[in-house]
């Protein structure tokens, strides 16, 4: 099956440890992004790259980082400096350039406790 | 004004209504446009891209009115499957890889 897992679904974390979100998507997609979602908001981009070894931060980085070293693989670390870490993440892809749709992986629901 | 900005409803409609949501957007050199829908707790699903001419599934239309710098959705014959929300998002900036969403508007289509 071709698609985008996230995981884990569900993740608790305790204040002040770091935590690391899986993606990783089969579609040869060039482009990927991370996204918040908090309830009643919309979707708020984190990070995203267009290619292996390259990310950019997007609008709400601080408090998170992303690496991309493979073309499948764009894990997000929400680290202890994020104040306010309790939200819904949500993976994208995209085959790249400006004109093309995204799609999402289930997402991963975080809980600091 | 807001980058990307939809009515957040909610819009509560009988079954078999005709229904219409409209997204407006700040960059007039957006290029792409979508359509997503989120049900309760799951992942946007993409529901229609926006083409300049407009397009049509079933009972969706979608356009695009670049004059006023908007994206609109039309749903026809109402379900109650239809029950969602629907987020637009915009590829604001030429050159660039990022959709900015909106923050969606909620359907409830009621027996």
């Known amino acids: 099956d071709g698609g985008i897992t996230q995981s884990p679904k569900y993740l608790f974390r305790k204040e002040g440890q770091n935590v690391t979100l899986s993606c990783e998507q089969n579609l040869n997609h060039d482009a990927m992004y991370w996204y918040r979602q908090d309830p009643g908001q919309g979707l708020r981009l984190i990070y995203y790259?267009?290619?292996?070894?390259?990310?950019q931060k997007g609008d709400i980085a601080e408090g998170y980082s992303v690496s991309r070293e493979k073309k499948e693989s764009f894990p997000l670390t929400v680290t202890s400096a994020q104040k306010n870490p309790t939200a819904f993440y949500l993976c994208?892809?995209?085959?790249?350039?400006?004109?093309?749709?995204?799609?999402f992986g289930q997402g991963t629901r975080l809980t600091v406790v | 004004r807001k980058e990307v900005e939809q009515d957040p409803g909610p819009f509560n409609v009988p079954e078999g209504a005709t229904v219409a949501f409209n997204c407006t957007y700040s960059?007039?050199?957006?290029?792409?446009f979508f359509w997503y829908r989120q049900d309760c707790r799951k992942e946007p699903k993409l529901l229609m891209s926006v083409y300049s001419s407009g397009n049509e599934d079933g009972r969706f239309t979608a356009q695009l009115n670049r004059a006023s710098q908007y994206i609109s959705l039309l749903i026809r014959d109402s379900k109650l499957s239809d029950s969602a929300t629907y987020l637009c998002?915009?590829?604001?900036?030429?050159?660039?890889?990022?959709?900015?969403f909106g923050k969606g508007t909620k359907l409830s289509v009621i027996p």
């Open positions: 960059n007039s050199a957006s290029q792409s």
């Open positions: 994208a892809s995209s085959i790249g350039g400006e004109y093309t749709e995204a799609f």
């Open positions: 998002a915009v590829n604001l900036r030429a050159g660039s890889y990022q959709l900015t």
């Open positions: 790259s267009q290619i292996v070894n390259d990310f």
